[in-house]
């Protein structure tokens, strides 16, 4: 158990998976940083605003693995684990618990690959956001008499993966060729500046 807000003792032996991966082997490609999703796509997925989604990127809260650039006519793509922690980050705060203790919380999930994340409970108090990997650690935090709540990341993982089922994904190099019939803007500008 990582506990975001303080150090706890974790115990010696290895702690046993609240819930088994969702995929042991390889990962469909649609949850890969194959594909990417638009951030209209994201918003709808994750449950967020285009506003808050917009602002955790450029604060770097979140910001999108598969393409991250800026300027107008340029598209973020976020990659499937990006909209996983943007739906936690989501809960997270309809809970009430504070922007930097998520942004300690999100650091944490950055170093768990795409598999690992569905074996995590996420717990929180409130204050302090604690990562929980077997049962023990999930009672051990209910045992202290203090109203907790839980995230179980593999239902999010599932909630998830519903939603962008149904919506549109796409490569990271379909980027608007330098040549696009409809871009004319861009072409005067390359025409005025060469």
Known sequence: ??????????KSAAPA???EPLFTEDLPESMTDAVGYRGP???????????????????GLLEPSVRNVTGSGHQ????????????????????GVSLQQIRVAVGA????????????????DGASVYE????DQVIDLMRGGQGVFGIAL??????VEG??????????????PAEHPGDELRARRERKTG
């Not at 158990?1 to 974790?10: C, D, F, I, W």
């Not at 999930?109 to 929180?124: C, F, K, N, Q």
């Not at 929980?132 to 049962?135: H, V």
């Not at 593999?154 to 909630?159: A, D, F, K, Q």
Request: net charge neutral; charged share 25%.
């Open 1 to 10: 158990m990582v506990n975001t807000g303080e150090a706890r003792s974790q």
């Open 17 to 19: 998976p609240l819930q």
């Open 41 to 59: 796509a994201a918003c709808r997925a994750a449950g967020v605003t285009y506003r808050q989604l917009d602002y955790w990127a450029r604060t």
């Open 76 to 95: 973020r793509l976020y990659s499937f684990r990006d909209i996983l922690v943007l739906k936690v980050i989501k809960r997270l705060l309809d809970t």
């Open 109 to 124: 999930l950055r170093e768990h690959g795409v598999a690992d994340l569905a074996g995590i409970t996420l717990m929180s």
């Open 132 to 135: 929980c990997t077997s049962d």
């Open 154 to 159: 593999g239902s999010v993982w599932r909630e």
């Open 163 to 176: 939603t962008l089922s149904e919506l549109p994904s796409e490569r990271p190099e379909s980027e608007l």
